[in-house]
């Protein structure tokens, strides 16, 4: 585990000089009075919900299941077709993880769990309709080893129960939807998610190189996002996900997070970057940035593209000041971001408005 510059209990308790709304509730913190909110009969209760066909169905819409109930059983096909009760369902198992498994980094799985799903995403490449979150083929080598995707296994492995607890859904499904679960429940904007992810084999990862790279700047931001199809504006609001979580030395070689409210989601990465002077970290490590005042915080030199670059810099300023607006544009990037390459048979307004837990 990477050292710690800043101690958690500190880390947990910080809050930002933003209005308590956004941060006074953090859920995903909620531990322990939500204990028990998913109990372990919800396969139960979908098995119930099973309807056994004689005949092999066809998947409408996204996320159908097909099972064998028994392989010399004539009659055995089964079709699941989950509804939006469903899916609210998984959301609420993942929500209560978040809150009981909190002995984790800074408290809070949420971070690599948002981080999973960017990284399952942000493969996308526009001109070859190649990559995206549809099939979810970082469970295999050699994508789980690409070097962006150090660390990801723990956000993998969390989510294993659920998958089994919910065996109906695919991972790609799984692990968007979790993203969306993170941002909200520790305190973010909504996030409409939809079905319609199907996993793929080994055959189907992408090649190395198509994530960004934290060491580089500018050029090298704006030409992997427009790759994914994202405008500048898009990009900035999508990067203010820094607001949650750390970098890990025995990760990525960066360290540190890159504010005092690392499991809550807030405009403050924006605040910090135009409001703080930064100043090249003297360590033996890749180059990053830390704050003059603190020196507890950090930026990559991809963080510091955002204000070295005019146009980027153009909407730093209007998030840093502005919450309501990030949370805005951050929810439509990532809810594109999530959808990018997924053949939906399902319409943008069937998407599922999932209910933040208590
Ligand atoms: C130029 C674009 C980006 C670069 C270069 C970048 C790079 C990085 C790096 C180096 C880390 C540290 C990993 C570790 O050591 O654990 C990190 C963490 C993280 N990134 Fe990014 N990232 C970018 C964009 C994004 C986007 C678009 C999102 C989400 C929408 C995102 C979400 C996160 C989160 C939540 C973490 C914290 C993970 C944790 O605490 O375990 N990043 N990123």
Redesign the pocket.
């Known amino acids: 585990m990477?050292a710690r510059s800043i101690p958690r209990a500190f880390l947990r308790s910080a809050r930002p000089a933003i209005p308590a709304t956004r941060v006074a509730l953090p859920h995903g913190l909620r531990a322990v009075s939500r204990r028990g909110y998913a109990s372990g009969s919800e396969q139960g209760k979908s098995s119930n919900a099973l309807l056994w066909t004689g005949v092999a169905g066809l998947a409408l819409g996204g996320g159908a299941f097909y099972f064998l109930r028994d392989t010399t059983d004539p009659i055995s096909s089964a079709t699941f077709q989950p509804k939006p009760a469903d899916y609210q369902k998984v959301y609420d198992a993942v929500a209560a993880r978040l809150a009981d498994e909190t002995d984790y980094?800074?408290g809070s799985y949420?971070?690599?769990?948002?981080?999973l799903?960017?990284?399952a995403s942000?493969t996308y490449d526009k001109e070859t309709g190649t990559g995206g979150s549809n099939g979810a083929t970082m469970r295999f080598a050699p994508e789980s080893d690409h070097g962006?995707n150090?660390?990801?296994k723990?956000?993998r492995d969390f989510l294993e129960p659920i998958k089994a607890q919910f065996p109906w859904i695919t991972y790609s499904d799984l692990w968007t939807l979790a993203?969306a679960c993170?941002v909200q429940e520790l305190g973010g904007p909504t996030i409409p998610w939809r079905p319609g992810r199907q996993d793929k084999d080994v055959a189907g990862c992408t090649p190395d190189g198509r994530?960004?790279?934290?060491?580089?700047e500018q050029k090298?931001?704006r030409s992997?996002?427009d790759r994914m199809g994202f405008t500048d504006q898009e990009?900035v609001a999508?990067?203010?996900?820094?607001?949650?979580?750390?970098?890990?030395?025995?990760?990525?070689?960066?360290?540190g997070?890159?504010d005092f409210s690392?499991t809550v989601f807030t405009n403050e990465f924006f605040r910090l970057l135009s409001e703080e002077k930064w100043q090249q970290k003297k360590w033996n490590g890749p180059k990053q940035f830390t704050d003059k005042s603190t020196q507890s915080l950090m930026m990559?030199?991809?963080?510091m593209?955002l204000v070295n670059d005019k146009t980027f810099k153009k909407y730093v300023d209007i998030y840093a000041k502005d919450s309501d607006t990030f949370f805005r544009d951050?929810s439509n990037?990532?809810v594109k971001?999530l959808e990018l390459g997924v053949p939906f048979t399902t319409k943008a307004e069937d998407r599922i408005v999932f209910k933040t837990s208590e």
């Open positions: 990477a980094d800074d949420g971070p690599v769990l948002l981080r799903a960017w990284h942000g962006a150090a660390g990801l723990y956000a993203g993170a994530l960004p790279d934290g060491a580089k090298h931001v992997v996002f990009t999508l990067i203010g996900a820094h607001s949650l979580g750390r970098a890990h030395a025995d990760r990525s070689g960066f360290d997070p890159w690392p990559l030199p991809a963080d593209a951050f990037a990532f971001l």
